[in-house]
T-cell receptor, first 114, second 117 residues
Framework: EPEVTQTPSHQVTQMGQEVILRCVPISNHLYFYWYRQILGQKVEFLVSFYNNEISEKSEIFDDQFSVERPDGSNFTLKIRSTKLEDSAMYFC????????????FGPGTRLLVL | AQSVTQPDIHITVSEGASLELRCNYSYGATPYLFWYVQSPGQGLQLLLKYFSGDTLVQGIKGFEAEFKRSQSSFNLRKPSVHWSDAAEYFCAVGPAYSGAGSYQLTFGKGTKLSVIP
């Protein structure tokens, strides 16, 4: 069964450093998403991406964040200058279409900012 | 704004016992509702979803959920729990269509299920 994959599974970085989280969505899916979960809190929507552009973003997704689909398979989330409060589990998801379709989630990347 | 409440942070049941995990939502229109499960080290796996029609939906692994509009609830049930069901369970509501090409989900905080052998 096709699945969403994410790398790395864990990443530790120093405050102020740039990190890139990588995701490979399911191959025939067209919509891509990033969510995050700070320890003990809810899974929160960050951004959705379609047709090589951001279609929606939350207020969490500020100028420090960017997303990119650099090739036909990868979908990346970049945090330009990490802060302590960026420590969280980051989930990538993809869906075939938008409203009414299931989003399939990857296993997540646990980011720790020191 | 839409929201999801899972009032139970942690539930412990004995293997073979029945299970009900509660989920209440707030949403302005007819929602799409989902239950996801997360085992340690795994991603969020879809258990079941409700879009319309029959309010009792069946999912994988023997789970079912009932949509009750009058109570704004979408509780997850299983008649007999197995040790492998120990995981964290998330209720989610969507869509939050605020622009073209988007379908963000709003999640509850999750309920951690422990199973006693």
């Amino acid at each position: 069964e096709p699945e969403v994959t994410q790398t790395p599974s864990h990443q530790v970085t120093q405050m102020g450093q740039e990190v890139i989280l990588r995701c490979v969505p399911i191959s025939n899916h067209l919509y891509f998403y990033w969510y995050r979960q700070i320890l003990g809190q809810k899974v929160e929507f960050l951004v959705s991406f379609y047709n090589n552009e951001i279609s929606e973003k939350s207020e969490i997704f500020d100028d420090q964040f960017s997303v990119e689909r650099p090739d036909g398979s990868n979908f990346t989330l970049k945090i330009r200058s990490t802060k302590l409060e960026d420590s969280a589990m980051y989930f990538c998801a993809s869906s075939v279409v938008r409203a009414g379709e299931t989003q399939y989630f990857g296993p997540g990347t646990r980011l720790l900012v020191l | 704004a839409q929201s999801v409440t899972q009032p139970d942070i942690h539930i412990t049941v004995s293997e073979g016992a029945s299970l009900e995990l509660r989920c209440n939502y707030s949403y302005g229109a007819t929602p799409y509702l989902f239950w996801y499960v997360q085992s340690p080290g795994q991603g969020l796996q879809l258990l079941l979803k409700y879009f319309s029609g029959d309010t009792l939906v069946q999912g994988i692994k023997g789970f079912e959920a009932e949509f009750k509009r009058s109570q704004s609830s979408f509780n997850l049930r299983k008649p007999s729990v197995h040790w492998s069901d120990a995981a964290e369970y998330f209720c989610a509501v969507g869509p939050a269509y605020s622009g073209a090409g988007s379908y963000q989900l709003t999640f509850g905080k999750g309920t951690k299920l422990s199973v006693i052998p």
